[in-house]
């Protein structure tokens, strides 16, 4: 069983690469600079009137106020209050929540900052802490894949015993293989991922295609 603490490293991570960038470098998430990432970090866990609007579309106008309020503060003091973890009265301070909540969501945005640098290149994580990923990833594989048509397996091909190899892809269905990383980033919606496979017939990869993924 991996003793890997996912949502602690990858927080300590992002905020390291946050100092080292500063405020105004590009990320993958479309119109967002690093302090606009920032802010949303900070939003999403210090004020749970304002984080519904990330899930909730009539909401949206609510979460977009309050994180371009908070984007108005001085960058080192939000890359602070990120480091810093959730504050004692959220959610997601609450004991296995940062765990369960925090562990994708900041994977996934490291390499969103990774990502939006000219000079990136895929990390060589140890295996302990791609087999959490690919506990991560697989517990929230329905959540993710919600929107295809087509029935989704996974084979992680640098996980040990992530998968049955060769994996089949399932009845009128599509197979993604690839890192473990990349694959969970291209379920997350992520377009910049390197080495993920995507197998089925012409039909079933047409209809997954149209796939809209990720929350």
């Known amino acids: 069983m991996s003793d890997v603490d996912l949502a602690k ?7 390291d690469l946050l100092d080292q960038l500063g405020p105004e470098q590009p990320t993958l998430c479309d119109g967002w600079t690093t302090r606009d990432l920032t802010a949303h970090l900070v939003v999403r866990e210090a004020r749970p009137d304002a984080s519904a609007g990330i899930l909730v579309k009539p909401l949206e106008f609510w979460t977009e106020k309050v994180q371009n309020d908070a984007a108005k503060k001085p960058f080192a003091q939000l890359v602070e209050q990120v480091r810093s973890g959730p ?3 959220s959610f997601f301070a609450l ?5 369960m909540a925090n562990s994708m969501e900041y994977l996934i945005h490291h390499e969103d900052v990774r990502r939006g640098q000219a000079d990136w290149t895929p990390r060589d994580l140890d295996d302990d802490t791609r087999a959490e990923v690919w506990k991560r990833l697989s517990s929230s594989r329905r959540m993710l894949f919600r929107n295809s048509s087509v029935p989704v397996a996974l084979d992680p091909t640098d996980v ?4 049955q190899h060769p994996v089949p892809a399932p009845p009128h269905g599509v197979v993604l293989r690839g890192p473990v990383v990349e694959l969970a980033l291209h379920a997350h919606g992520r377009s910049a991922v390197v080495g993920v496979e995507v197998d089925g017939s012409d039909e079933a990869l047409a209809k997954y295609e149209e796939t809209r993924l990720g929350f």
């Open 9 to 15: 490293s990858e927080r300590a991570a992002i905020c």
């Open 87 to 89: 504050p004692k009265l």
């Open 95 to 99: 004991p296995g929540i940062d765990a």
């Open 160 to 163: 040990a015993d992530g998968a």
